[in-house]
């Protein structure tokens, strides 16, 4: 049977205090959520959204419990080892030089480590990985080496199935992968595709486009460049307010990652509905000042090529195969994209039917920022260097 996840118990489990309703704080009135955990050693507030109430509140329990137990070392460490120690005790270590939040420039081979085990899951042996790009404890005075690697969340992922918690963090890391080719160059004309005709691809998706035009704001749906071949999709918000100089524009933004092309233009607008809250409520630890003084140009007038949802689904993959994908199928399409390998590391979680996994895989980048404000007009550039990375 499985847990309650409004429980009390459940929620005290991961150090959840709150969960809270932020909906009516907008005026479009899909559903926000939020779970606070005090005693966090990341984030403190993690946020939900879904299209039902139910379905935000279960996003934002889970958002938070994959940081509780991302964020508890002593769970997850087996072993401390330089690693030159790693290699004379011949024990596989994952390819730091090729996977993303490492700077090889500071990894220094004779500083002890705390190392995660973990398995390929290609070939099935046991590989090794710092904490650092394991683990979500950001606490200041912990020793954790932060010239040479990055800690963030991507490829963190909870779940009451082990196999959709493997599935969601893979898809996050292609989302970041294509993410972070927008965040070094931009959005580009000959690279980035407005999406059209995706009303009626999914009852769901239907009821948000309604609300969101009720509310009278512009939406621009976006196609992105990306090495695997899957659907990720930004969808950007645009909306005038008044600013120190006078009317500006201001574009929330998300982006999604799903195994067909309606799933991840629902997926992207409900994370731009959420970015568009986050703002409003303020209560994010991550949120910069930046973030509330500068003006952003809001959507571009240069019009970007047009792709069809029929269009874009065909260029993918056949919808039929797309509806039943699981993650071996989806890591099928990161070795046909030139992939050598992806890692699994189980974090232990103190309750039994909750999985929290952490992927890593060579060959892809990881995203550097946030995209919940987005700039059209900075980015609606011309370059070939993405025609030649996608």
Not at 47 to 53: E, H, I, L, R, S
Not at 63 to 82: D, G, I, L, M, Y
Request: charge should be negative; glycine fraction near 6%; hydrophobic fraction near 40%.
């Amino acid at each position: 049977m499985q847990s309650d996840p409004f429980s009390p118990q459940f929620l005290r489990s991961f150090g959840i205090t709150r969960l809270g309703e932020i909906t009516g704080l907008d005026t479009i009135g899909i559903p926000v959520w939020f779970a606070t955990r005090p005693n966090s050693r990341s984030l403190s507030i993690s946020q939900g959204k879904g299209v039902t109430d139910d379905q935000a509140k279960i996003s934002a329990v889970m958002e938070a419990v994959e940081c509780a137990v991302a964020e508890q070392p002593r769970q997850h460490v087996t072993k401390f080892a330089t690693i030159e120690d790693m290699a004379r005790q011949q024990r596989n270590v994952i390819p730091l030089f090729d996977v993303a939040r490492v700077n090889p420039h500071q990894l220094d081979p004779t500083r002890q480590r705390a190392w995660v085990p973990g398995t390929s899951l290609i070939s099935g042996q046991e590989r090794f990985a710092p904490y650092e790009l394991v683990g979500m404890d950001m606490r200041s005075d912990m020793p954790w080496d932060r010239e040479a690697f990055r800690m963030t969340s991507q490829g963190l992922a909870a779940h009451f199935s082990i196999d959709k918690a493997i599935e969601h963090a893979l898809l996050e890391l292609v989302e970041h992968d294509a993410s972070s080719l927008v965040d070094t160059f931009g959005l580009f004309g000959n690279n980035i595709r407005e999406v059209t005709d995706y009303e009626g691809a999914n009852a769901d998706l239907d009821d948000i486009l309604d609300k969101v035009a009720r509310a009278g704001l512009d939406l621009h749906v976006y196609a992105l460049p990306g090495r695997v071949k899957l659907p990720v999709i930004a969808a950007v918000i645009s909306r005038q307010v008044n600013g120190p100089t006078g009317v500006i524009s201001r574009a929330p933004a998300g982006i999604a990652c799903r195994t067909n092309v309606a799933d991840a233009i629902l997926s992207a607008l409900l994370e731009a509905v959420q970015s568009r809250l986050t703002d409003i409520a303020g209560a994010r630890d991550d949120l910069s000042i930046e973030r509330f003084q500068q003006s952003k140009d809001g959507v571009s007038k240069n019009q970007p090529p047009l792709v069809s949802l029929a269009q874009l689904e065909a260029e993918l993959q056949p919808p039929k195969q797309t509806s039943s994908m699981c993650w071996q199928d989806i890591l099928k399409l990161m070795q046909a994209a030139g992939i050598e390998d992806a890692y699994l590391f189980p974090l232990k979680s103190p309750v039994q039917d909750v999985h929290v996994v952490r992927t890593i895989v060579t060959g892809l980048d990881a995203h550097a920022g946030s995209f919940s404000e987005m700039s059209m007009n900075s980015i609606l550039l011309t370059t070939e260097v993405l025609s030649t990375a996608c």
